[in-house]
């Protein structure tokens, strides 16, 4: 007669286990207990579904204001069990699962998420997911966050080779993080005796060009020194803020760039808050050692 008893018990037990599991399909937390959302079966009432998981039938009908049952309609079954929550999900942003450098963007006429994340070497997932994005839509002038690849301290930091002016894409990285909210003083270190390279820092005054024959949306830069196909870090010391352009010419000196130490596009200027068509700047860029 125990041993029956007993079986009865571990059989009860692994019933009520088994039905949470398999006709449950989720739970909630209601004040610390644990609320089973159940979907309703064919032929069940709210006597059979409270019997399911060992609850008196009057708290589900009150709980759930008795109303009427068909089959799908999902159901909430209160219980006196501790709610014990989920372990937290292994899945992260990119920008948790490694080390991206992240930029300001502003959207310009007629550019996509695709465009974008082509010009970054970055997908488009990776920039929805950064800026909580529900759809591809994105307004003229909108400014999003840009993630431009994963770092490694690995990677071998080399100026891309010269190439006719089109959109840049940005390849100098180093081990540290490269954010265009740090400050200036934060700014990209190149190991010389690793990677072949030598680190230009240049203070000066910076000229932004709003020509309508160029692509407000190019990231460029005519630098009277720098190799072609060089790209710069440019920080405004004003705001802090930073963003990168790549070399594609010289400029020839006039009154408007007299004293000028670079030129870009106005593109590059307004990620940076540039106020005045002239104003200071702080570059840093790699040239091979001689």
């Known amino acids: 007669m125990l ?3 007993i079986h009865t018990i571990i059989f009860s037990l692994l019933s009520l286990t088994a039905s949470a599991a398999i006709d449950s399909i989720g739970v909630e937390n209601l004040n610390g207990n644990k609320t089973i959302v159940h979907k309703v079966e ?3 009432t709210y006597y059979s579904i409270a019997r399911k ?5 009057q708290s589900v009908i009150q709980f759930n204001s008795n109303k009427a049952l068909q089959i799908g309609t999902i159901v909430k079954v209160p219980t006196e069990r501790p709610f014990a929550e989920a372990p937290l ?3 992260s942003t990119p920008a948790q699962n490694a080390k991206i450098a992240v930029v300001d963007y502003k959207v310009g006429p007629r550019e996509y998420l695709v465009a974008i994340a082509r010009k970054f070497n970055t997908t488009v997932e990776d920039i929805k997911t950064l800026n909580n994005l529900t759809s591809n839509n994105l307004a003229v002038g909108q400014i999003i966050k840009v993630p431009m690849g994963t770092e490694s301290s690995e990677q071998q930091i080399a100026p891309p080779p010269p190439s006719p002016i089109d959109t840049p894409k940005v390849e100098a990285r180093s081990s540290s993080q490269i954010d265009s909210s740090k400050n200036a003083s934060e700014r990209l270190k190149l190991p ?3 990677y072949g390279l030598r680190e230009v820092n240049e203070r000066g005054i910076a000229v932004y060009l709003a020509d309508e024959n160029i692509d407000a949306t190019k990231m460029l830069a005519l630098h009277q020194t720098a190799p072609i196909g060089t790209v710069v870090k440019i920080t405004n010391p004003m705001t802090g803020k930073s ?5 594609v010419g010289k400029f020839s000196p006039n009154e408007s760039n007299r004293d000028a130490i670079i030129v870009i596009t106005k593109a590059a200027a307004d990620l940076i808050g540039a106020l005045d ?3 200071q700047v ?6 091979p050692n001689e």
């Open 53 to 57: 998981y060992h609850v008196s039938p």
């Open 282 to 287: 702080i570059l840093v860029y790699g040239v």
């Open 277 to 279: 068509k002239r104003f």
């Open 42 to 44: 064919p032929k069940e």
């Open 3 to 5: 041993r029956q008893l």
């Open 243 to 247: 963003t990168f352009a790549k070399v």
């Open 89 to 91: 999900s292994s899945k």
């Open 192 to 194: 010389p005796a690793r």
